[in-house]
């Protein structure tokens, strides 16, 4: 797959930014075609150089990607950022994203930024001073600062909402702690405050189904471990990513599901998404906890009562095998002013992926009325 141009520059780990995106569309059943239209916004990498961790190392020569929909006005005040989902990219909200959606490109200027790792931004797969395993680790913490120094040069100073899916809700509460007051609103769309013990046994079985492919050779191989990707497609997506009423919805006649499987995994293969990423975003997600923000000790639950800004939390339906709902409801109990809202889906963690029309009508009007009745509280 060749490369393709960001801001004039082409290099091997664009590429694998582009297998991110398909990886994202199979990964959340939603056709390849759409994860980048020929209409789509262009890519926009900003270079800050270098990006301090908050473990202590520093990400060298390091870029963030974005696109952005509509009109930025004239005091930078209709903005909103939206955050990237794990193995995803700028694309995985955008099912909410458009003129007359919740996010209407009428009205809000949508910087649609991508998190370290998944192969657009810096990232194992793309760098060159520390490539592959060499690449240091991160947080979601440093998933927000890069974004917020993204704003920062943007001369946006305040925001009307942050809102992503999965690791991107997950970011979404991160941000109403490490920077309250930045932002009006947060919308998260099947978010965890802090990893449950299910989500990271769930990430630890796609990493070994990665790792003890004979092909990942300590993570130097020379192509994809096609055989890794084939169980982590089993595990995740299929087995994760849906509920078993899901997959009674797939399959009315049982062993129809074999064949669906295969297609899922074939669809996998085909993304090029890299394994080594894949690794670094799932060591992230696993050591989330947003009570460890400073000045918290480690209790999220203080941290989630800290949170100013106006929240709406989406789950995805009564059943997630990924994020667990119990986690999201819990948030929900904490943050001063939250509503939290159950998807009347069987979908499970796939309901956030725009998988069904009615899912995602629902998830639309339910956005844009918080939206609209949360208004700006100023600054």
């Known amino acids: 797959m060749g490369g393709f141009s960001v ?34 916004p262009q890519h926009q990498l900003y270079r800050m150089v270098d990006l301090p961790l908050e473990g202590g190392d520093t990400i060298k020569d390091f870029a963030i990607s974005y696109v952005t929909h509509g009109t930025l006005n004239a005091d930078k005040s209709n903005a909103i950022l939206t955050t990237t989902a794990i193995g995803g990219n700028h694309h995985r ?31 194992p797969s793309n760098s060159v001073s520390r490539h592959g395993t060499a690449f240091p680790h991160f947080g979601i913490r440093d998933m927000v600062e890069s974004p917020k120094r993204l704003l920062d040069h943007l001369g946006i100073t305040h925001l009307v909402a942050v809102a992503g899916a999965s690791m991107g809700g997950m970011q979404a509460l991160q941000w109403g702690v490490s920077h309250p007051g930045f932002m009006d609103t947060l919308i998260a769309l099947t ?40 169980l982590r497609a089993d595990i995740l997506q299929v087995l994760a990513a849906r509920t078993p009423e899901a997959l009674r919805g797939i399959a009315p006649r049982p062993l129809d ?15 090029g998404f890299d394994a080594n990423d894949w690794i670094a975003q799932t060591w992230a997600y696993d050591r989330h906890n947003i009570g460890e923000t400073p000045g918290f000790s480690g209790d999220h639950l203080k941290a989630l009562a800290a949170i100013k800004a106006r929240t709406l939390i989406i789950t995805g339906g009564n059943l997630d095998l990924y994020n667990p709902v119990e986690e999201a409801r819990e948030a929900g109990g904490y943050i001063p002013q939250a509503s939290v809202v159950a998807v009347p889906s069987v ?31 100023g600054r």
């Open 93 to 123: 909200i955008d099912f909410l994203i458009g003129p007359g959606k919740a996010l209407d490109t009428n009205k809000y200027f949508i910087v649609a930024s991508d998190a370290i790792g998944n192969g657009l931004t810096t990232s």
């Open 347 to 377: 979908q499970g963690h796939t309901t956030a992926t725009a998988t069904k029309a009615a899912d995602v009508d629902y998830m639309n009007r339910t956005v844009r009325d918080f939206l609209d009745a949360a208004g700006p509280r």
């Open 257 to 271: 599901i074999l064949p669906w499987i295969q297609g899922q995994e074939e669809a996998v293969l085909k993304t």
């Open 191 to 230: 978010p965890m405050a802090r990893t449950a013990p299910w989500s990271i046994a769930v990430n630890e079985a796609t990493r070994k189904a990665l790792m003890l492919d004979p092909a990942f050779k300590d993570g130097a191989y020379d192509r994809q471990p096609e055989q890794g990707w084939r």
């Open 7 to 40: 801001s004039g520059r082409r290099t091997r780990g664009l590429r694998a930014g582009l297998g991110g995106a398909m990886l994202a569309a199979a990964l959340l059943g939603v056709p390849i075609a759409s994860a980048h239209g020929l209409d789509a």
